[in-house]
């Protein structure tokens, strides 16, 4: 499975995937068809599942300025996502703004023995089933369709 299947499989569910969505180690941004943001990720010995409120879930946009400077400067501007039509994916960024309305958290320690960053050697095809199984948890509404 590579990035861009699951990105499509997550589509068909309404799950927009964003970057900086990144394959290894796993981490997922992606915006929920409720305007709501949705935080996967796999580091050290955890997996992690976050959902912000809509409020909270950002567009990071880079503005390139003209400056009398050698270097060109480039600053990003954000943008709240709701009513913000992306048309380049590849030239922005999500970013969450504030604490996670829900969150669920699987523990590779208790779970698995894992005792260092094993989480984030995951491929996609082993972290999937963990974020299906913390979806479940956190949206289940997203989860039965899945099913």
């Known amino acids: 499975m590579t990035l861009s299947d699951w990105t499509a499989e997550l589509a068909l569910r309404g799950i927009t995937v964003l970057p900086p969505t990144t394959a290894v180690p796993v981490e997922l941004h992606a915006s929920l068809p409720d305007g709501r943001g949705l935080h996967f990720r ?53 970013v969450f703004t ?12 208790s779970r698995f023995g894992w005792s260092g960053h094993e989480a984030g050697l995951l491929r996609l095809r082993e972290a999937k089933p963990l974020f299906e199984e913390l979806l479940s948890g956190v949206l289940p509404e997203l989860a039965a369709v899945a099913a």
Do not use: K
């Open 42 to 94: 796999c580091r050290g010995t955890r997996a992690t599942l976050r959902v912000f409120h809509a409020e909270a879930v950002q567009l990071a946009v880079p503005v390139r300025e003209a400056t009398p400077t050698e270097l060109p400067l480039v600053t990003e501007v954000w943008l709240p996502l709701a009513g913000t039509r992306v048309l380049e994916r590849q030239l922005v960024r999500l």
């Open 98 to 109: 504030g604490a996670p309305a829900a969150s669920a958290e699987m523990d590779g320690a």
